[in-house]
């Protein structure tokens, strides 16, 4: 049973801004109502009397925001990582996909992910699923039953695909016009629909203009790609001569932040003119440094992004990220922009610790809302990570065993998981 008032007892730790930590050692973090009251050093004698959970000397810190995974993808992370995006999607993307035609396949699929998912450190993520729109339907119950806030997209995709996953386009349409409906008519708690055109070169104008019309109609949001591989950028001028630059592409149809919330994975070739768009459109990015790596994409300019103050988030990006585990992601993210400032542009200085858990927290989570911190008023999403099993010789502060965490640790860290209050079964 989850009280409408509780408190966690540990060593609490979040992000006060980008740059600085805010630690609470053996201190008190009060929900109230799926929200966070307050972090307290010393209880105020008013919250005297309330359950408290004391969980001794491990960390507590905001729940982890995953802004871009493809979920069908997940049955092959691990495989293929010696071929480039393109090449990648035709061998191994676009034939897996195809499974999920297969309800029993989806099913089986969709519950490895999803019971992943729960164990995971993540909370919430914006999630790619297929062209099917059962399948998709599937997903969605299975992430609802995992207590999750997520975003689910039915896939589309009209042109540049093999043809046993091409849609006509007004069958695309139409499919994701009645998904919405069955979605809607659902009734989650936890599970919303996002719109996902898969990227530019495989919609259409056509399509792009009837899921700006569907946009409008359900206020819904967007996530697709962005200048991830330097092919993909040349193909979409090909294909759109008429845009100024990949993302204009999305923003001639008003898909691109301002009326329509928006996260584009990856913007490792963003420009000034694509990045200036993003800032006055409020366009969230998904940095997924691994599956940049892996795909031989590149390095993202993140540093450039955080200094212009864009909105960043982190992406598994499974299957091109071989896992889910979001400290591999931050690991990764301060890894790869080491590389670009040793290797490519040395005015970007590489990012730390503090910089990466912040936008695995508050960087993404601000697309869900007041989430990824404990100021009061923000939706309580908590992870509670036991390091004993990271054993060490000597005595660390908190801010070092929240840095341990981020290179070492995994599921078997999560001691609990909390999402708007909710505590998440584990087992």
Known sequence: MNEPVFILKGNIIYSKSLTELAVCEHGY???????????????????????IRDYGDCLIIPGLVDLHIHAPQYSFRGLGMDMELLEWLETNTFPEEAKYKNQEYAKKAYTI???????????????????????????????????????????????NTPEYLREETQASAEETREWIKDVLHRKYKNTRPILTPRFTPSCTDEL?????????????????????????????????????FYGDAY???????????????????????????????????????????????GIAPVRKFLREELNVGLGSDVAAGSTE????????AV??????????????????VEEVFYMATKGGGRFFGQVGGFEPGYEFDA???????????QALDVRSRLERMIYLADEREIQAKYVKGIEIDLS
């Open 383 to 393: 992870l509670v990570l036991d390091d004993s099993r990271l054993s060490h010789p």
């Open 251 to 297: 923003d001639r149809f008003g898909l691109f932040g301002s009326d329509c919330p928006t996260v584009m994975a990856h913007c490792v070739y963003s420009d000034d003119r694509e990045t200036a768009r993003m800032k006055e459109n409020g366009v969230f990015i998904a940095h997924c440094p691994e599956s940049n790596m892996n795909v031989s994409s």
């Open 113 to 159: 992910f999803s019971d992943n998912m729960r164990r995971s450190a993540t909370t919430r993520a914006c999630i790619f699923g297929t062209v099917h729109r059962a399948a998709t339907l599937l997903l969605m119950d299975l992430m609802e039953k995992t207590g999750l806030i997520t975003y689910v997209g039915k896939v589309n995709m009209d042109r």
């Open 335 to 352: 890894q790869a922009s080491k590389l670009r400032w040793r290797l490519t542009d040395e005015s970007l200085a590489p990012l730390a």
């Open 208 to 244: 792009m203009e009837e899921l700006k019309k569907l946009q409008m109609r359900y206020s819904l949001p967007l996530h697709s790609h962005l200048s991830e591989n330097r092919s993909e950028v040349e193909w979409v001028k090909e294909l759109c001569p008429w845009s100024e």
């Open 325 to 332: 585990n979001l400290f591999r992601a931050m690991a990764h």
């Open 29 to 51: 973090l009060v929900c109230r109502d799926g929200r966070t009251e307050g972090v307290y050093q010393t209880l105020p004698f008013k919250l005297g009397g309330n359950p």
